[in-house]
Nanobody, 121 residues
C-alpha cells in the first residue's frame, strides 16, 4: 500500500496550496482518508478527513473555513485545498488512511511519506 502526497512548497502568509494524495496497492473506497501534520518540535496532529462517500468531512478547528478536503474514488485520490495559509500551518503534511477518524495518530494504519508546507510570515 502506498500513499503518495504531492503539492507542498513555500508560500507567503495568506496564500494557497493544494495537496494531492494518490493511493495505490489497494483501494480505500470504504475507508475515510485524510491528512495529519507535524510541525517542528510538535506531535503529529489531525488536520482533515473525508468519509468514503465524500458526504462527510471533518476538520480540526484551526483550519475550518480555510481548508477543504475532497476525494475522487474513481482515481483513488484525495485533495486538500489550503487557503489563507498562516505561519502556524507550517508542517510536514501526511496523507493517511484507516483510523483517521479517531484523530489519534496511534490508531492510523497507513501513512504516506509526507510533503513539506512552509508558510512565510
Amino acid at each position: 500500500v502506498q500513499l503518495q502526497a504531492s503539492g507542498g512548497g513555500l508560500v507567503q502568509a495568506g496564500g494557497s496550496l493544494r495537496l494531492s494524495c494518490a493511493a495505490s496497492g489497494r483501494t480505500f473506497h470504504n475507508d475515510a482518508i485524510g491528512w495529519f501534520r507535524q510541525a517542528p518540535g510538535k506531535e503529529r496532529e489531525f488536520v482533515a478527513a473525508i468519509s468514503w462517500s465524500g458526504g462527510s468531512t471533518y476538520y480540526t478547528d484551526s483550519v475550518k473555513g480555510r481548508f477543504t478536503i475532497s476525494r475522487d474514488n474513481a482515481k483513488n485520490t484525495v485533495t486538500l485545498q489550503m487557503n489563507s495559509l498562516k505561519a502556524e500551518d507550517t508542517a510536514v503534511y501526511y496523507c493517511v488512511a484507516e483510523g483517521v477518524l479517531t484523530r489519534d495518530p496511534e490508531h492510523v494504519a497507513y501513512w504516506g511519506k509526507g510533503t513539506q508546507v512552509t508558510v512565510s510570515s
